[in-house]
């Protein structure tokens, strides 16, 4: 039996074993998908290797040490400087690839008369949304509690905005929290006087943080917005993830199936 896990740090929250073991299941694959704690990101590859795992998610906070503990990238991750997901391949060594940027390309396709984006937060996923975006011709704009990873989104033709350096009366179609904040905690990604007259001038509102109201989608819905958290992203991140694990395509019936088994309960 072929072993599987995801790797976070809090990680209780985590529905992808549920996707995944679903999966496994419905395609009569033998595999089985955990959790796994893990503390310091820079045991990771470690853990992999001594988990005798064959292929792994990876949440926050440790994307950035999978992509620097990968021993070869695909190129999309490489161009991120992120990784999610871990492949061993035959010849012993993991490639690290980047899911959560088709994922959630595939998650907004619905919404339409989408120009210009506003990023909260600046870690993994902020890096993955900003390129795919960018390489769609949006208009991405960053804005971040601290100055980290400025020069990356301003190489990748991002504007980037600290709380203190952003002009109030700018604007955004599409507002989306990439922050942990909300995760575990009931803080919102950036100040109200800020978050507010944002997302009430925007037409949609995204969260990454899936299977809960947090602060900004309760924001959203009091704005009247159309609003939508990141159970979309999640799975398709993982049906990409799922389809590389299992070297397999899956069906839109079987994509729906593994949709239903994140029902938040
Ligand atoms: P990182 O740790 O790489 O980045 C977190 C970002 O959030 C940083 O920019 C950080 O700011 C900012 N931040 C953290 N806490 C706060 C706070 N209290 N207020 C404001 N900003 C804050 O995490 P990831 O990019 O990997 O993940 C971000 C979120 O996206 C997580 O909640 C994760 O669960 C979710 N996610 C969901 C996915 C899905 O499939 N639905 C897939 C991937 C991620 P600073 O740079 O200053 O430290």
Not at 13 to 24: D, R, Y
Not at 55 to 70: D, L, Q, S
């Amino acid at each position: 039996m072929k072993k599987f896990t995801i790797f976070g740090n809090p990680i209780s929250h985590s529905k992808s074993p549920l996707m995944h073991n679903t999966g496994f299941e419905l395609i009569g694959f033998d595999g089985i998908y955990s959790k796994t704690h893990l503390e310091n990101g820079e045991t990771i590859k470690k853990a992999f290797i001594d988990g005798g795992f064959s292929g792994a998610n990876i949440t926050v906070p440790h994307k950035e040490y999978a992509y620097k503990f990968a021993d070869k990238l695909d190129l999309f991750a490489s161009k991120i400087g992120a990784v999610n997901t871990f492949i061993l391949e035959h010849d012993g060594k993991i490639k690290g690839y980047n899911t959560d940027a088709p994922g959630f390309l595939k998650s907004i396709e619905k919404f339409t008369d989408v120009k210009s984006v506003l990023i909260l937060g600046a870690g993994g996923t902020a890096k993955a949304i900003a390129i795919i975006l960018k390489n769609e011709n949006y208009n991405v704009g960053v804005l971040n509690r601290s100055q980290n990873n400025k020069d990356f989104f301003l190489s990748n033709q991002c504007d980037f905005y600290t709380w203190d350096t952003f002009k109030q009366n700018q604007e955004f179609d599409m507002i989306i929290n990439s922050t942990s904040a909300g995760l575990v905690d009931i803080s919102y990604p950036a100040p109200l006087d800020l978050l507010e007259p944002l997302v009430r001038n925007s037409k949609y509102a995204v969260d990454c943080i899936y299977g809960k109201m947090t602060p900004f989608l309760n924001l959203a819905k009091q704005e009247h917005k159309i609003y939508q958290d990141g159970k979309d992203m999640l799975l398709y991140q993982g049906v990409i993830a799922f389809e590389l694990f299992t070297n397999s395509k899956l069906s839109e019936h079987n994509i729906q199936i593994m949709r239903q088994s994140l029902s938040y309960n």
